[in-house]
């Protein structure tokens, strides 16, 4: 697809620092009264690079100018171990001067239908809209061994193409509760990013280079309307990309 760009990385650490520097960049393009409006993923990769930004670039980017989001939530408590909140914060939010009214939490404790609907009008009421959906200007995501994106997993197909702004899923496996953007806001966006680092992420990446439209899962459905992907990977993850 065009505005497609893959980036492959010889170490995880230089992998986080481009993503820093991306990050960096980016903000800096900002007018005055413009925030960026980022959507963070979960994971171990990410928690890598949260990291990394907290130790190396926690006084070089203007906090005050970015707006933090969630692509998705598990549905337990913010202090719990599983939450992609604690996450973020421990690694790198409570260690930065962003303003705390910048934060868009998803209230895993709550009912999951229910927040899904708050949590699509709170996107909505703070994020701008272009193509009739919320245009975030960055959408991190990273990508499960069996495809999924977000909290989109393979058998819930439908709900990347939903017409709602966060949805309800449900892990396949363990039957969790999650809160998901969908497919649409993910496209929608002006940059998605996607991050994985490892040999374990090495099969499902392959699949979806080398067998392109013959491979349907949601991660292979992100296609940018009309911005810009950009796959991060370490070598380790890109080594069976032809």
Known sequence: MKNQKVEIYTSIENLARSSAKFIRNKTEELTEERHFNIALSGGSTPKVIYQY??????ERINWKKINIFWGDERCVPPQNIESNYRMANETLLKNVSIPEENLFRIRGEDDPGTEAIRYSEQIKNNVPTKNGAPQFD??????????HTASIFPNQMDLFFSKNICVNTVHPQTKQNRISITGQIINNASSVVFIASGESKAIIVSKIFNEGDNFVVPASLVKP?????????DSDAAQLIK
């Not at 930004?53 to 926690?58: A, E, M, T, W």
């Open 53 to 58: 930004i907290s130790d190396n670039f926690g």
């Open 138 to 147: 960055l959408v991190i995501l990273g990508i499960g061994d069996d495809g």
């Open 225 to 233: 309307v009309d911005g810009e992907l950009i796959w991060m990977l």
